[in-house]
């Protein structure tokens, strides 16, 4: 069977129901809401949120518990090495604006004197 298009005219041949949606607008939700609604959601319902999730419409906001189970290590591990990163990290903003503002000679003095303890930072973020 073939139809001929003749363009502004509607055509009488439907060949799929189910159209291609346009993506709305991003999903977010706290991990602890998704882990509480699973229960009651049927199999297509988390398929679909695991596609969002997959095409990045869906911006999960991870419980530790969560975090424990993807990278297969335990609670108290990821406890501690949040505590550390919570303080000796810096806020972005403030770091930009402190680096922003400092001149190159501060620039080149603050690397000089930090240089062993940037590379124990980076030692640190990169071990396996």
Not at 19 to 30: A, E, N, S, V
Not at 58 to 74: D, W
Request: some cysteine.
């Amino acid at each position: 069977m073939s139809t001929t298009y003749i363009p502004n005219t509607p055509t009488t041949t439907v060949h799929h129901l189910n159209r291609p949606r346009i993506p709305g607008k991003h999903h977010q939700m706290l991990g602890r809401g998704l882990a509480k609604r699973l229960p009651d959601l049927k199999p297509r319902a988390r398929a679909r949120l695991a596609a969002y999730w997959l095409i990045g419409l869906l911006h999960l906001t991870p419980t530790v518990a969560m975090a424990c189970r993807v990278f297969g290590v335990s609670t108290p591990l990821v406890n501690e090495e949040l505590a550390f990163l919570k303080t000796t990290t810096a806020p972005t903003p403030v770091l930009d604006w402190m680096w922003s503002e400092a001149s190159a000679d501060e620039r080149q003095r603050f690397v000089r004197d930090h240089l062993a303890q940037l590379w124990t930072m980076i030692d640190h973020a990169t071990a396996a």
